[in-house]
């Protein structure tokens, strides 16, 4: 979306008159008030606007107004009355680039446990919930894509039963959320070596794929991923295909190559690496890390990580 601040005489209220021109010509698709919808300052500039107008008190309030507006439209942002400048700057930030991916590194269950006194599984089954919320938590707040790495292709060294307790918590948490994620309209994708997960899982896997793969939002589990095993396998299908490559025709031979690249990683548990995960994806996201272990993380967490986001200068190699 496109987004022009209509703010005349900077942040200050009293230049009503000159506020409610500037909005009654301004010819875009939507605008977007903020401020205290009980005051007269509000009230006369959605009167004036010849567009649809939404009022915005708080992020929370942005937040929804952004998933109601599509991409393409032009968007009007002013200030009704009493609005801070720091809620006006962040709001204008978070319109002008709300991440669209947001990639999990779910990190710190072991840890977790271990300060309980308590065996890995019990994190991991915490972290689950988490991972649950989460899912959630980036649905409220309009994030399209959620990717979370469940599942490395190093993750396989780790003891028996703690790789079978994994597979059987994956499977379980297949059951109970499936009819959830049909009600949500969340498709599912697992992207990795699917041919390593167990076939009663994999069935389960894919059965759901099918049923949820008519909606947007999507939810993308990393199984027995590795970003290098990706870029390996993708080479291997472009020698296949006696294909020579360039970088375009190179990433739709990865996993999911319909899916736009993260636009931010976060990373749980105090660890600053990038452990193998969407190697190729990730050249120009950003990072967020936290010192929280992942079964702790919550929805403050999450936001402090989209505000770190909308505070960075995205380049992509260019200037500002
Ligand atoms: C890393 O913590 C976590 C994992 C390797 C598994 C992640 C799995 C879940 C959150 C639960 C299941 C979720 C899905 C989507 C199936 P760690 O065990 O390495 O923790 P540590 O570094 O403290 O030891």
């Known amino acids: 979306m496109k987004i022009e601040e209509i703010q005349p005489h900077g942040m200050c209220c009293s230049a009503t008159k000159e506020r409610q021109d500037a909005v009654r010509a301004f010819d875009g698709d939507a605008l977007i008030v903020l401020g205290s919808r009980r005051s007269n300052n509000t009230r006369k500039l959605c009167e004036v606007a010849k567009c649809r107008v939404f009022t915005a008190e708080s992020m ?65 089954i915490a972290g689950a919930k988490t991972f649950m919320r989460v899912v959630k938590w980036c649905g409220d707040r309009g994030i399209q894509y959620v990717t979370v790495y469940a599942f490395s292709t190093e993750n396989w060294r780790r003891p028996a039963e703690e790789v079978s307790g994994l597979m059987k918590l994956s499977a379980a948490m297949l059951k109970s959320q499936a009819a959830s994620l049909v009600k949500e309209k969340v498709r599912l994708r697992v992207i990795g070596r699917r041919e390593d997960i167990p076939e009663d899982l994999r069935r389960g896997i894919e059965d759901l794929e099918q049923r949820t793969a008519g909606f947007e939002r999507q939810l993308i589990v990393c199984v027995s991923y590795g970003g290098r095993a990706e870029i390996v396998d993708a080479a291997n299908r472009a020698i296949a295909l006696g294909a020579k490559v360039d970088e375009d025709s190179f990433a739709k031979l990865l996993y999911a190559p319909d899916i736009p690249d993260p636009d931010l990683v976060v990373r749980t548990s105090g660890e600053c690496r990038i452990s193998n995960f969407l190697l190729w994806e990730c050249a120009y996201a950003e990072y967020h890390f936290t010192d929280v272990l992942w079964p702790d993380f919550s929805e403050r967490d999450l936001d402090a990580a989209l505000e770190d986001y909308v505070s960075r200068n995205r380049r992509v190699g260019g200037v500002s």
């Not at 809620?87 to 204008?92: G, I, L, N, T, Y």
């Not at 680039?97 to 271990?114: E, Q």
């Open 60 to 124: 929370e309030d942005v937040i929804k107004i952004k998933n109601a507006i599509s991409d393409s439209e032009r968007v009007g942002v002013t200030s009704g009355a009493s609005t801070p400048e720091d809620f006006f700057a962040k709001a204008v930030a978070y319109l002008r680039r709300a991440p669209r991916h947001v990639a999990f590194i779910m990190d710190g269950n072991g840890r977790w446990a271990a300060k309980r006194g308590k065996k890995r599984g019990f994190g991991h």
